[in-house]
T-cell receptor, first 115, second 112 residues
């Protein structure tokens, strides 16, 4: 299993500003995944973060808008840059648990509202 | 791109009744998983069924998989108010291939 601490849990931000979301895992993991969940919708993968290399972004997401850091095997950050109201979503980090096969463990999410 | 489509989008039942949610997907998969999300928070893994399995049980949960129809169902028996949540299916195309692709989810309300 894996326990993930994600913060902040929620924030209200002004248009044009940036917010950095942090995820700390209680064990070393190779890959960390960042998802976005727009209101009433499913999860969409933003990017996969590997330690020591640049994150791999999914179609529709770019590094300038969602820069990701992965300085070590237990920590990652996602920044939502130059925010607009369309960025209002829940952002979730997740990892594959050690020895759990393909099962994912999730942080508690960051509920972002952009005014 | 989204692979799974849950049905129904929303379901409301009385406590003690059974709840059935369905998921359809489009491509061949290695496994299919069900997750639960309370009030827009983090998801919790419920159960995983592999492509060579047809049925799996875990407590009050029963999952079936029909690869010929590319569909799965999640049955929650003897539902409780605490089962109120959104339920998502997620598919993995290859073994060890994360990330998963999530469906749109079913919002389940269990009324006491």
């Amino acid at each position: 299993s894996a326990v993930i601490s994600q913060k902040p849990s929620r924030d209200i931000c002004q248009r044009g500003t940036s917010l950095t979301i942090q995820c700390q895992v209680d064990s070393q993991v190779t890959m960390m995944f960042w998802y976005r969940q727009q209101p009433g919708q499913s999860l969409t993968l933003i990017a996969t973060a590997n330690q020591g290399s640049e994150a791999t972004y999914e179609s529709g997401f770019v590094i300038d808008k969602f820069p990701i850091s992965r300085p070590n095997l237990t920590f990652s950050t996602l920044t939502v840059s130059n925010m607009s109201p369309e960025d209002s979503s829940i952002y979730l980090c997740s990892v594959e648990g050690q020895g759990s096969g393909e099962k994912l463990f999730f942080g508690s999410g960051t509920q972002l509202s952009v005014l | 791109s989204q692979q799974g489509e849950e049905d129904p989008q929303a379901l409301s039942i009385q406590e003690g009744e059974n709840a059935t949610m369905n998921c359809s997907y489009k491509t061949s998969i290695n496994n299919l998983q069900w997750y639960r999300q309370n009030s827009g928070r983090g998801l919790v893994h419920l159960i995983l069924i592999r492509s060579n399995e047809r049925e799996k049980h875990s407590g009050r949960l029963r999952v079936t998989l029909d690869t010929s129809k590319k569909s799965s169902s999640l049955l929650i028996t003897a539902s409780r108010a605490a089962d109120t949540a959104s339920y998502f299916c997620a598919t993995a195309i290859n073994s060890g291939n994360t990330p998963l692709v999530f469906g749109k989810g079913t919002r389940l309300s269990v009324i006491a």
